[in-house]
């Protein structure tokens, strides 16, 4: 039977982001199908992403960079001095500066033979770990900044050739070494450089896990807490303070963080992307009582599909000023933009989609 039509009035379209996992057919008005170069403003409604201006223009910038896949790893450091210093990595070699990239990989016999450094800066220095590297110490003096090997810091103790460090508590923490991803080290207090003596020490998680086995793959702090990403659990230390009598408080069984630099501290909460979507782990920070949210609950499918594609380390970025967390998936040229303003009723957080 025929019925009379009726205007909908929607006052702001697609404001609750994209929402490919339910059935089109009972997909709420305020979802949207697709919602390509586009992010959520601060109003709540679907809005025109900003631009982008390249930093780098230099022409020799090209030739450093030759035909490889680019810059993959970036960090900016800011020493005591107030100076900054941005750093990148990209055709196996290391560069300072933005406009003009100066090269500034240690001579040979020292060989970089990947991209994928995780840098952190601590005390002064700037630090540069990837697996199967020995570290790099870069130290500026007086306006003029050295990258060196670990092993040609004065007084420096043999490291761990790590894959994933941070600063944290006044001392370097580091996981996820070749041929033992169950321990996590921690340098000498304030000497990013010392690995033994002093109150520098280890943990084997051998009798932690809650399956008898897992592998490290993050790490990140927050309010004396140790938080320690593995890919099938997370499992968190208090008092880390002092790590000599840290205690185990809680291990959260069956989620697991599957990509080092996809974990992001915003403040109040630390976000990171598990085998099933990118989550938040406000749980043991607010309560420990509360479950992890499930961000990309309404790109679930969509999401986890294009990280099984992925070959190349998967990126992530969180922006205090614009309130969005970017989940970048190289191989795939696609990055997920999720709102951190307010949150959906469902929990989840409404998202768009650069392709």
């Not at 919602?35 to 930093?55: L, M, W």
């Not at 007086?142 to 043999?158: E, I, P």
């Not at 399956?211 to 938080?227: K, P």
């Not at 968190?236 to 697991?256: I, K, R």
Request: proline share 4%; charged share 15%; glycine share 8%.
């Amino acid at each position: 039977m025929a019925q009379q039509l009726q205007n909908i009035t929607i006052n702001a379209p697609a404001f609750a982001g994209i929402n490919s996992q339910d059935s089109p057919i009972s997909l709420d008005q305020s979802f949207a199908a697709t919602a390509s170069n586009c992010v959520i403003d601060s109003y709540g409604r679907i809005g025109a992403r900003k631009g982008y201006t390249e930093v780098s223009t230099h022409a020799s910038t090209a030739t450093l960079l030759g035909s490889s896949r680019g810059i993959e790893a970036i960090h900016e450091s800011l020493d005591a001095s107030g100076d900054k210093v941005l750093f990148s990595a990209g055709n196996n070699k290391i560069f300072s500066g933005d406009t003009q990239l100066t090269d500034i990989t240690p001579n040979p016999p020292y060989a970089v033979t990947a991209n994928n450094w995780k840098i952190v800066s601590f005390n002064n220095h700037t630090y540069f770990y990837q697996r199967e590297h020995e570290p790099l110490i870069y130290t500026d003096s007086s306006g003029s900044g050295v990258l060196a090997k670990h092993s040609d810091f004065s007084g420096a103790t043999t490291p761990p050739q790590a894959n994933e460090v941070i600063g944290a508590y006044g001392r370097l923490w580091a996981a996820d070494v070749s041929g033992n991803t169950k321990t996590v080290y921690w340098s000498d207090t304030l000497q990013g450089h010392k690995w033994s003596g002093g109150t520098a020490g280890s943990l084997n998680l051998t009798t932690v896990f809650p399956n008898g086995h897992d592998e490290v793959v993050a790490l990140s702090a927050h309010n004396g807490f140790l938080i320690i990403f593995c890919k099938n659990c997370i499992i968190v230390y208090s008092g880390a303070e002092s790590p000599a009598t840290m205690v185990l408080y809680d291990t959260v069984e069956g989620v697991g963080c599957i990509a080092r630099d996809s974990v992001q501290h915003t403040g109040t909460d630390i976000l990171f992307l598990s085998d099933d979507g990118v989550r938040s782990f406000g749980r043991t920070i607010q309560e420990k009582s509360m479950p992890m949210r499930d961000l990309s609950k309404n790109v679930r499918t969509e999401l986890t599909q294009e990280v099984r594609r992925q070959s190349s380390p998967i990126k992530s970025l969180y922006s205090a000023d614009e309130a969005f967390y970017l989940l970048s998936l190289p191989d795939s040229q696609t990055i997920y933009c999720f709102d951190m303003r307010t949150g959906l009723p469902d929990g989840s957080n409404r998202v768009t989609s650069k392709r």
